[in-house]
């Protein structure tokens, strides 16, 4: 509530929304709260989470079905860890 008493702007408000409640889940049906980050904090990390991305990218455009021996516990990883939510 303080925050909305000390600015209108939108962009600052959503900004201390998305760090008090969270982005939710990526994938996923829930809307907010937390998500499961064991390393990162969404708010304070996009820079590092920025660097990631671009790194997965890499590996993406190099491995597309992570059929490399290289790839193959990054393949395990992402299907333990999302075999319920996304179809690989």
Known sequence: MKIMCETNNGFIISEKDLELRGSGEFFGTRQH????????????????????????????????????????KLKEQIENKFK?????
């Not at 319920?84 to 690989?88: K, V």
Request: aromatic fraction near 4%; proline fraction near 4%; charged fraction near 40%.
């Open 33 to 72: 709260g937390l998500p499961e980050f064991k390393i990162a904090n969404l708010f304070e990390d996009i820079e590092m989470l920025k660097s990631v991305q671009s790194v997965a990218i890499k590996i993406m455009e190099d491995d597309p079905n992570l059929e490399k021996e290289k790839n193959k």
């Open 84 to 88: 319920d939510r996304i179809e690989i």
